[in-house]
């Protein structure tokens, strides 16, 4: 049997629902005879609450779950994600992008058919083109700037096909240009999603990922991102969604679904695992 390092990555801005149980346990189980971890994604300051984190540990441990310490929260490593940046902007990776929502949006609406990705249309690449002293003074005048990656300059950097194995999916190729040039960092976020994720699972020794299948193109970019800054490549295991009635993935705004009301219900850890179907 394999002795996975697997994890669960709750972000502390919400109560945790059914379908964050499903993600929970499917990792705990998958790392049963290996190591489960647990992590924090509290990036998002201006949501997480310490209430809610306290909840994520009161829910994980009425489902019956254990997990080594310490845990890492995202908040307290801010020079990782920095030295993941000084990384790829050394390999001239990294642009600064000062357009804002609405005027991304109005120019992709001026292009009529704009190309489109999992996150719905792409970045037109405006800023792509600055010359460094236009990006110097506008940075110098105090203008707020996301950091984007140059994914077709990545591309240069890397030799041949990126591979990656999904336990569910089986044997993927990496195509990273399905998002474009990515925010991998903005002035009030330290680092996006997509460059914490990789970092953090690599420092916590993650071999295998395992996550809901809406995140399964988001590793395309991924296996990118984990390529130019030379971390080891783990496996990963996107599984099913929890959905509610209407078909629709669970959101953390259900309340009626939070693990907390359905123990006030008098649920108990074993109905719910009937109810996921484990």
Known sequence: MNRFTTRFAPSPTGWLHLGHAYAALFAAE??????FLIRLEDLDLTRARPEYEAGIFEDLAW???????????????????RAGL????SLGLLYPC????????????????????????????T?????????????????????RLDVGRALTRVEGPLMWTDRAHG????????????????????ASYHLAVVLDDARQGVTLVTRG???????HLHRL?????????PEWEHHRLILDENGRRLAKRDDARSLRTLRQQGWTPERVRRELGI
């Open 98 to 125: 000062f357009c804002t929502r609405k005027e991304i949006q109005l120019e992709i609406a001026q292009a009529g058919n704009a190309p489109h990705g999992p996150d719905g249309p792409l970045y037109p690449g």
């Open 63 to 81: 489902l019956g779950l254990s997990w080594e310490e310490p845990l890492i929260r995202q908040s307290e490593h801010g020079t990782v994600y």
């Open 171 to 190: 044997r993927q190729v990496a195509d990273p240009t399905i998002f474009g040039d990515v925010v991998l960092a903005r002035k009030d976020t330290p």
């Open 225 to 233: 991102l984990i390529e130019l800054l030379g971390l080891p490549v």
């Open 127 to 147: 800023c792509r083109s600055l010359s460094q002293e236009e990006r110097a003074e506008r940075m110098a005048s105090g203008i707020s700037y996301a950091l």
């Open 30 to 35: 998958r790392g049963r005879a290996g190591r």
């Open 213 to 219: 299948e809406d995140l399964l193109p988001a590793t």
């Open 86 to 89: 000084d990384r790829l902007d």
